[in-house]
């Protein structure tokens, strides 16, 4: 509305020239206003990106909306500012930084997603499941629902794989830590391939068309780790990766005394070889770099997160 009230208005300013050109006789622009490609004067969060993203690590971090970016089928809304710049220190703190003390800064100049795009909300997909982020092509990861975390009390969970996921203020392990470890798993995998033995411990197990109605507790007897993991073999990988390294080894271990004596063995299983996979194709040590993930989340409160010049 507030873009045909100011359309309505210049209208008005016209006609009250005469009904001639509105300003001079200067031929129109054939370039929109609208096309996203006029540069805006770089802000402090645009340079202290421009610093910890782009020249660090490769990467390009978009917080502004961007249609270009985006999936049209949706209607979502742009981050916010202050949200932005308390995700961007805390993503370069949790997720960025733990890959550098694990593996180095070359490996995510490398591997890394070339660009990040945040978005405001979330979306929402025709069966009821909400999307937390994709990642398209091994170059680009969306991250949704940027705007619904707490800047001056962030909750992180890291102890409880059954909380509620509903409960606010939103829980950033669970929409967007856990989201981002699971996104760049993908990519990694589509640039090595982890063995097709992983697709065998549970084949013929997956709910491809159900896993929407399913809860986690009930997948977990049956050897997956969550309800979204039992969907195909890739997120199954992929899911497996994210919540062991975002989750405490007493969190592991309530997933796995859920298990039970059916689902312990296949989560298991899995596991070792995924540890595998990352120590032979990319010298990760799982357990290490779980560790050096959980220290850097349990830091984010004595992180200002409204003051990019004190990180």
Known sequence: MKKIYLFASILLACASLGLTSCGNDDELSSRSVFDGEQAEPKNELDQ???????????IDLQYRYNDRLTDLVYNVVPARYDHSVALCIMFKHIWLDAYKEALGADFLKKYSPRQIQLIGSREYGPNGSVILGTAEGGLKIMLYGVNEFDIDNPRINVD?????????????????????HHEFCHILTQIKNYSTDYQTITAGSYHSQDWINLKNDKVQKE???????????????????????????????????????????????KLELIR???????????????????????????????DLSKN
């Open 48 to 58: 202290w990106i421009d610093k910890h993203y782009l020249q660090e690590y490769n």
């Open 223 to 269: 050897g997956f780790v969550t309800a979204y993991g039992s969907s195909e073999y890739n997120e199954d990988f992929a899911e497996m990766f994210s919540t062991y390294v975002t989750m405490s080894p007493e969190a592991w271990n309530m997933i796995l005394e859920t298990a039970g004596d059916t689902g312990k063995p296949l989560l298991e299983k």
């Open 276 to 306: 595998k996979y990352f120590s032979e194709q990319w010298g990760l040590d799982l357990d290490a770099f779980r560790t050096i993930v959980l220290r850097r989340s349990s830091e984010v409160g004595g992180l200002d997160l409204r």
């Open 160 to 180: 409880d794989p059954y909380a509620d996921p509903g409960l606010t203020p939103a829980d950033l392990n669970h929409w967007m830590f856990h989201t981002v």
